[in-house]
């Protein structure tokens, strides 16, 4: 093909184009993309970012950038400061850019400003994005749905030895060792755990421990120390779909003021510290040992209690013996007495009674003696002269009788009779008054007072009438 | 038998053991024998929370099989 008009270097046409983005683009303008790469060097300080825009995860378009060692410096120290995030890869940002063009180097913009405000949004939508597509794919919960561990006593730990968060972790199981002879076993599972390297190095780890999972009861991410930058990790999609599937609870304490990442939230249990996740762990043993110790305490006072209620028991039994054995005891004094009593005051009663009884006797015997001996002496003398009167009398009375008696008799004597003329007839001996009595012819004795004589009845005449 | 289990069965005989104890079914007579059997459960119980029985050489192992 000919040349037909004028040809031009390429300076030229660089010139040119310069020239003409210059006089076009003449001021500087608000642009957003992604920062790909930022490609910093540390030498000089500059930062050369591969700037993009994605679309549905293709790239739709990509420019070079030029950062400045002073504007970056100012700019990452804002970031830092209100995103907790440095200027990094993978970040969107809304920067003041100016077009420049140079003949060696190409297009590229120049960055000047940055507004970290539109890229904390983004941080934030990409967190959200993040907890999104998990819950889409139904993770969200899936880590928080394992069975509680019994007791979490062997951890994976993923943390760096080195780090504060570590060591805080680790003193408060030492000491819970040492306290309460809580045994914890620990492994740890070196990752670093801010910035980019953390989202690959913890998956590592996480693959790592996936092969020994049946030596440990739970997985715990412990970071702390070392400034709270370079948290959006955790808000890391891929690293988030490692933890929340893995198949031990995953407990997290990366310690930080800001708002809860990721991780943090779909973890089994998160605590806000190393120190506070430490503290859970702790916890988990007490929950077993406190009621294992109020058993133990509730035995000694049940059994203590079993003992005292016994011997309360023997105490009360003891005392109502003694008691009763006391009052009895009292009771039957009190009527032993009672009866001592009545019985002494009864026989000093009777006593006395009898006594004095006796005595009244006595008086009334010596008295009644006394009056009877003499009345009754009296009575003898006057007695004994009245019989002795008495017998005087009848005494002279019968010999009187007797005298006349005597007299009689003498009158009445057959030689009385006989004297004064009477005789006295006898026949066989035999008295005779009547003459029937009498035999005839038989001799008949006649008494006289002076002699006998001899006769014979011849003839008897009887008398009717009586003499 | 799972540590949990031994833990478990341990922890619900002394919790038994205590009940009866506390609501006074247990006399003098069997108080001897029942806490020296708590104290036996208290005891494994005990070592459960005091003891960890890892094989340290086997993780190792299994973390080289790769």
Same mark, same amino acid.
């Given at each position: 093909m000919?040349?037909?008009?004028?040809?031009?270097?390429?300076?030229?046409?660089?010139?040119?184009?310069?020239?003409?983005?210059?006089?076009?683009?003449?001021?500087?303008?608000?642009?957003?993309?992604?920062?790909?790469?930022?490609?910093?060097?540390p030498a000089s300080g500059h930062c050369y970012p591969d700037l993009v825009e994605k679309q549905n995860g293709s790239i739709v378009a990509q420019m070079r950038a030029n950062l400045w060692k002073g504007d970056y410096q100012r700019i990452n120290s804002t970031f830092l400061n209100v995103l907790k995030e440095p200027l990094r890869d993978g970040i969107k940002v809304l920067m003041l850019v100016e077009i420049q063009f140079h003949p060696v180097y190409g297009l590229s913009l120049n960055i000047q400003d940055m507004d970290p405000a539109f890229s904390l949004g983004d941080l934030e939508q990409e967190k959200q994005r993040c907890i999104q597509t998990l819950k889409e794919e139904g993770l969200l919960s899936r880590n928080r749905a394992?069975?509680?561990?019994?007791?979490?006593?062997?951890?994976?730990?993923?943390?760096?030895?080195?780090?504060?968060?570590?060591?805080?972790?680790?003193?408060?199981?030492?000491?819970?060792?040492?306290?309460?002879?809580?045994?914890?076993?620990?492994?740890?599972?070196?990752?670093?755990?801010?910035?980019?390297?953390?989202?690959?190095?913890i998956q590592e780890q996480l693959q790592k421990i996936q092969?020994?999972?049946?030596?440990?009861?739970?997985?715990?991410?412990?970071?702390?120390?070392?400034?709270?930058?370079?948290?959006?990790?955790?808000?890391?999609?891929?690293?988030?779909?490692?933890?929340?599937?893995?198949?031990?609870?995953?407990?997290?304490?990366?310690?930080?003021?800001?708002?809860?990442?990721?991780?943090?939230?779909? *973890?089994?249990?998160?605590? =806000?510290?190393?120190?506070?996740?430490?503290?859970?762990? %702790? @916890? /988990?043993?007490?929950?077993? +040992?406190?009621?294992?110790?109020?058993?133990?305490?509730?035995l000694t006072k049940s059994g203590l209690e079993v003992v005292a209620d016994a011997r309360q028991d023997l105490q009360h039994a003891?005392?109502?013996?003694?008691?009763? *054995?006391?009052?009895?005891? =009292?009771?039957?004094?009190?009527?032993?007495?009672?009866? %001592? @009593? /009545?019985?002494?005051?009864? +026989?000093r009663y009777l006593t006395k009674h009898h006594h004095n009884l006796l005595e009244q006797n006595r008086q009334q015997i010596t008295q009644g003696m006394a009056v009877r001996s003499r009345s009754e002496t009296l009575s003898l003398d006057q007695?004994?002269?009245?019989?002795?009167?008495g017998f005087k009398q009848t005494l002279g009375n019968q010999r009187q009788r007797l005298d006349f008696l005597n007299t009689q008799v003498q009158n009445l004597s057959p030689e009385q009779v006989l004297k004064r003329g009477f005789s006295i007839v006898t026949q066989g001996g035999k008295p005779l008054n009547n003459t029937k009595d009498i035999q005839l012819n038989r001799e008949l004795k006649i008494q006289l007072f002076r002699g006998e004589l001899s006769a014979q009845p011849i003839e008897i005449h009887h008398s009717n009438e009586p003499i | 038998m799972s540590t949990k289990e031994t833990y478990k069965a341990s922890f619900d005989e002394l919790q038994k053991i205590v009940a009866e104890m506390e609501s006074g079914e247990i006399g003098v007579d069997e108080l001897a024998d029942k806490v020296k059997r708590a104290s036996v459960l208290i005891q494994k119980c005990k070592e459960i929370l005091s003891k960890t029985e890892v094989d340290v050489q086997k993780i190792l192992d299994g973390l080289d099989e790769s």
């Open positions: 000919p040349v037909s008009g004028p040809s031009y270097s390429l300076l030229e046409l660089c010139e040119n184009i310069k020239g003409v983005l210059r006089s076009t683009y003449t001021q500087t303008y608000w642009v957003r993309a992604e920062i790909n790469t930022l490609n910093l060097y394992l069975p509680k561990p019994w007791l979490p006593q062997r951890i994976a730990l993923i943390s760096d030895a080195s780090s504060k968060g570590y060591g805080d972790f680790t003193k408060v199981l030492a000491e819970a060792n040492k306290q309460w002879g809580y045994a914890f076993y620990f492994h740890l599972f070196p990752a670093v755990l801010q910035g980019e390297r953390a989202v690959v190095t092969k020994v999972k049946t030596h440990f009861d739970v997985v715990a991410l412990v970071r702390g120390g070392g400034g709270e930058v370079g948290m959006a990790c955790y808000n890391n999609l891929e690293l988030n779909r490692a933890l929340t599937t893995f198949s031990l609870p995953v407990l997290t304490g990366i310690g930080h003021a800001s708002n809860l990442t990721v991780a943090e939230q779909i *973890a089994w249990h998160n605590a =806000i510290t190393p120190t506070k996740l430490a503290e859970w762990l %702790v @916890q /988990q043993f007490h929950n077993l +040992s406190v009621p294992l110790q109020k058993c133990e305490e509730a003891l005392r109502l013996l003694v008691a009763t *054995a006391r009052s009895r005891q =009292i009771s039957h004094r009190a009527e032993w007495q009672q009866t %001592v @009593q /009545q019985l002494s005051s009864s +026989s007695s004994f002269r009245q019989l002795l009167t | -």
